[in-house]
Structure formats: C-alpha cells, structure tokens
C-alpha cells in the first residue's frame, strides 16, 4: 500500500508564503517523479511544477519565478515553496508521485491541501 500525504496548507495574504509537503510512503515502492497540480474552485486541476529522480524539474508559466519545487529522496519527500502568492493561487493543492510497485508502473494521488490567498 502506497500512501501520499500532503502537509503545509493554509490562509496567507498575498504577497505571502507558504510551505508545501508530500511524502510518499509504502514498502517496496520505489519513487521516481513527483509532482504538485492544484485545482482552484470551479475550474480543472492543473499542473504546477514537477520533479524527476534525476533533478530535473519543470514549472507552469504561472508560477514560475515564485514556486520552487525540491524533494529529498532519501525520505521520499516532496516541497513545494510558495512566494509572493497571488489571489489566483488560491486552490487545492495535490501531490503526485509515480513510481514502480511489485515490478510495475503506478502512480497515486494524495488528498489534497487548501491553499487559500486573501487578505
């Protein structure tokens, strides 16, 4: 059983910052991109940043310059830090993490952390 848990999520003022966690959890899975999408009310969940294995990481437009992603594989873990957060940033924010299990590809979703931008 692998888990995703996402941590980090709350109210700020724009301008503001915000820390995002994920960490990926289950024996035998091994970890290879992760990757936070977000959804904001009413609309379809986008992607907002990525992160392989490798080190290679990739951005949305509209976050680029103000988030930066980064993980510490040793302990399957994911961050997205969040600057100058803008009203528009305001979503569910969802981590994504695929891997192998028991030999094959499998991807899981965590449940999502609200991240809310108002003053």
């Known amino acids: 059983q692998v888990q995703v848990v996402e941590s980090g999520g709350g109210l700020v003022q724009p301008g503001g910052s915000l820390r995002l966690s994920c960490a990926a959890t289950?024996?035998?899975?091994?970890?290879?991109?992760m990757a936070w999408a977000r959804q904001p009310p009413g609309k379809q969940r986008e992607m907002v940043a990525t992160s392989t294995s490798g080190g290679a990481t990739n951005y949305a437009d509209a976050v680029k310059g103000r988030f930066t992603i980064s993980r510490d594989n040793a302990k399957n873990t994911m961050y997205l830090e969040m600057h100058s957060l803008k009203p528009e940033d305001t979503a569910v924010y969802f981590c994504?993490?695929?891997?192998?299990?028991?030999?094959?590809?499998?991807?899981?979703w965590g449940q999502g952390t609200q991240v809310t931008v108002s003053s």
């Open positions: 289950g024996n035998g899975f091994t970890l290879q991109t």
């Open positions: 994504h993490a695929w891997g192998v299990l028991a030999g094959r590809g499998a991807d899981y």
